[in-house]
């Protein structure tokens, strides 16, 4: 039996969560914020502490010690399964919000989708099914499975073509950004000059 298990077992054979979280909240709070930083999600520290008490309120409810066992996974482990999952539940319902409160917005908003006076794509940065895509995603207001039987392809590829374009759309504008800066940074010194 590991150490730690051990250490939470209460009287009884019985696990105690009050050992668990007042002796391992710091390694609880650790292992959501390596998450998510290795994950690259933005997330403010209330949101972390946010997705503290859904891993207490999960573990708890689902009475997860209980059905621990230490055969298949180390404690740690099992820990971490908890915290991540619960860690892209909420950022996944947070997402889903945003595009809500976005969708309800309706000065952005046509009968499809994003005014057209709004969307534009910068030429030549996109494939053809990239721009597809993106234009269907965006200006018609479509969803991936109505994209996917539009195109004649799957969700999943859909889901791809998408990343894949922003992305593309990212690099564009962070490369256009940088050399902006350096032009009006020249200017600059050419004038001071």
């Known amino acids: 039996m590991s150490d730690i298990l051990i250490e939470i077992q209460g009287s009884h054979g019985q696990i105690s969560y009050d050992t668990l979280f007042n002796k391992h909240s710091n390694l609880i709070f650790k292992l959501i914020h390596n998450f998510v930083k290795a994950k690259n999600i933005r997330l403010h520290s209330s949101e972390i502490d946010d997705i503290y008490q859904d891993v207490a309120l999960k573990i708890f409810k689902n009475d997860y010690l209980a059905k621990y066992n230490e055969e298949k996974s180390s404690f740690i482990t099992w820990l971490n399964i908890i915290c991540r999952t619960t860690a892209i539940d909420y950022y996944r319902k947070k997402m889903r919000w945003m595009e809500s409160v976005l969708s309800d917005s309706g000065s952005l908003q046509t009968e499809g989708g994003i005014d057209s006076t709004l969307f534009s794509l910068p030429s030549g940065v996109l494939t053809s099914r990239q721009t597809e895509v993106i234009t269907l995603f965006f200006k018609e207001g479509l969803i991936t499975c109505e994209i996917a ?20 759309l990212r690099n564009h504008y962070e490369t256009s950004a940088a050399v902006h800066l350096l032009q009006t940074t020249d200017e600059t010194r050419r004038k001071v000059s």
């Not at 039987?149 to 922003?166: M, Y």
């Open 149 to 168: 039987t539009c195109l004649g392809i799957t969700s999943r590829t859909v889901r791809s073509i998408k990343f894949q374009a922003l992305e593309r």
